[in-house]
């Protein structure tokens, strides 16, 4: 049995004047032990997928159709009370401002025993053996237990709020841009922390990131995201080798290439679609150097070739 499995799910806004489908019939699958990274430019719906997913959807947000089931468990007709159990304990998450989430006026250490207290049966004493082991899991002197967050460098507050989501021992952590504030050696570690931990405790990841080339680097599988659509998924080695989907083609041309004589930096022409009207047929087909008659029509379905999904009619 999978241990995410997403089906057709649609998400979206309410507003006013307005509904935006953020995230507009995906589907995936993940195991244990495994890092998908969702992938995509600003607005394609990458936290929109993950907070459905941990059933944090703001308003007016809301998801609309489609299943999710973890574990087995149908998330989407569970009861508040019974998400909530689930929710920081058996699916974590990292989100990029670990500020926000810290509490300013208590110290680390203390933080990550009290998350301990509230979801294990155990002695005060027991849950600081443990959270000085899992600061150090995550490359956090013991000695630093005593220190409060504004002590902390950026990069060791998100280790910190890694360490509380470790802590609860949950099978999926949801990490949403979790070092795009963090500079590129720190970004590293963290990439590290992550790996490790998959590696050691068996934890699922969903890596989401704008940086595809992050995302190769460090997942094991990609999920390109494009309007509200899940565009390509494949292992991280077809998706930077042999991209199917013009779009992810055009996210990976876009990365700087350092050996590269001319240093441009390439971008995406055009801009991503407005998700309250997006456009008919496959949504990228503004942008998109091979589009026909038929992809300005017809939403392209998801085709499957050789255990690569992708949704073109270039495949079809
Ligand atoms: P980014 O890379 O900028 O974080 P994203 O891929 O995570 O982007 P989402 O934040 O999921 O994208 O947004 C998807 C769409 O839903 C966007 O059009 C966005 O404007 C809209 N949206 C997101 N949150 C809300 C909200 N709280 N109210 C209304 N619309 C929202
Ligand atoms: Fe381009 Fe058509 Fe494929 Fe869309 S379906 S990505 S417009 S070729
Ligand atoms: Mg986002």
Redesign the pocket.
């Known amino acids: 049995m999978a241990l995410l499995e997403v089906k057709n799910l649609k998400t979206y806004?309410f507003?006013p004047e307005s509904v935006?489908k953020?995230?507009d019939g995906v589907t995936f699958s993940m195991e244990k032990g495994e890092m998908l990274a969702v992938v995509?430019?600003?607005?394609?719906?990458?936290?929109?997928?993950g907070l459905s997913i941990l059933r944090l959807v703001?308003r007016?947000?809301r998801i609309v159709g489609g299943s999710i089931f973890f574990d087995g468990i149908d998330l989407i007709s569970l009861p508040e009370e019974e998400m909530c159990k689930i929710r920081g304990r058996r699916i974590g998450a990292v989100f990029q401002d670990p500020l926000t989430s810290l509490d300013p006026l208590m110290r680390v250490g203390e933080q990550i025993v009290e998350t301990l207290l509230t979801h294990f049966e155990m002695s005060k004493d027991e849950a600081r053996a443990q959270a000085m082991k899992y600061l150090e899991l995550v490359g956090i002197s013991p000695e630093r237990f005593y220190d409060y967050p504004h002590q902390f460098s950026g990069g060791m507050r998100q280790r910190a709020m890694i360490a509380m989501a470790v802590a609860t021992k949950p099978s999926l952590i949801i990490a949403?841009?979790p070092t795009t504030a963090l500079d590129v050696v720190m970004q590293a570690q963290i990439m590290d922390v992550f790996t490790r931990l998959k590696e050691e405790l068996d934890i699922s990841f969903i890596l989401?990131t704008?940086d595809i080339a992050l995302a190769v680097e460090t997942a094991d599988r990609i999920a390109v995201?494009y309007g509200?659509h899940l565009v390509e998924l494949a292992r991280s080695e077809i998706i930077f080798e042999k991209p199917l989907h013009p779009y992810t083609r055009a996210l990976l041309e876009a990365v700087p290439n350092v050996e590269a004589k001319d240093r441009e930096l390439k971008y995406i022409p055009g801009n991503p679609p407005d998700?309250s009207s997006p456009p008919p047929g496959c949504r990228f087909h503004p942008r998109c150097p091979y589009a026909t008659e038929k992809c300005r029509r017809e939403e392209p379905p998801s085709m499957i070739i050789k255990d690569q999904l992708v949704k073109c009619w270039l495949y079809g």
């Open positions: 806004y507003l935006v953020a995230v995509g430019e600003s607005g394609s719906g990458k936290s929109t997928l703001p007016p947000g949403d841009e989401i704008h995201m509200g998700l």
